[in-house]
């Protein structure tokens, strides 16, 4: 290959899988059943990002943050159980996967959404691919954009991090991907706006997953 990049770390929502609409049903649910307004489903894209606990915190009104534990627990088993029921891969993911599976560049997959939701979309909508890992939010590891993540991903396959490109939809990606030593690529079909990439640091902002192999030819 003509360029030094040996594998890719994907971020999952927003990035690999649009799972906007099952969050926002699931989280307005919840909020709903403790008396709460909904927010409309464009609102969630600045509400994730940073974990979910982070999420519950951002959509409840001062008044119903003694509440957010309560919440967070009410959440989090719906999010296991029905977190990928409306959700799908953004067009062009499989045919990126696809190529990048062929010419056996390594997959992993970095998220902050919880550990056992990571598993279960992984499973459901990702199966087709080997990814070598695929980390969400659990005890003993620092989120995004804590570089921990990204590094033991590095450590596992036995590549340097600046051979790796980190793909992601959000600053917390791009921070991350630069914290950890990586080549920070945005993506604008997710969550987030390519002016949030480019200030925080995108080194390329890809317009369709197709774009990224030209770093290859």
Do not use: C
């Amino acid at each position: 290959m003509p360029t030094p990049f040996k594998s890719v770390i994907f971020d999952l929502d927003g990035t690999l899988v649009d799972s906007l609409q099952d969050i926002s049903i699931l989280m307005n649910k919840v909020l709903n059943d403790f008396g709460f307004s909904s927010h409309p489903a464009e609102s969630y894209k600045t509400f994730v990002g940073n974990g979910t606990d982070i999420l519950v915190e951002r959509v409840l009104p001062k008044e119903g943050q003694h509440l957010k534990e309560r919440i967070l627990q009410t959440y989090l088993p719906l999010l296991a159980k029905h977190g990928s029921d409306f959700s799908s891969l953004y067009p062009g993911i499989p045919d990126l996967l696809d190529w990048l599976s062929e010419r056996k560049i390594p997959l992993a997959i970095l998220s902050n959404k919880p550990q056992s939701s990571v598993n279960q979309v992984a499973q459901k909508m990702l199966g087709k691919w080997k990814f070598s890992m695929a980390l969400g939010d659990r005890p003993g590891l620092a989120r995004k954009p804590k570089p921990d993540g990204a590094l033991s991903i590095a450590n596992l396959q036995n590549i340097p991090p600046s051979a790796f490109v980190f793909l992601g939809d959000s600053n917390v990606d791009m921070l991350t991907s630069q914290n950890a030593g990586m080549f920070s690529v945005g993506v604008s079909w997710g969550f987030r706006t390519r002016e949030e990439l480019l200030k925080s640091g995108a080194a390329l902002v890809l317009e369709k997953p197709m774009d990224l192999i030209k770093i290859w030819e």
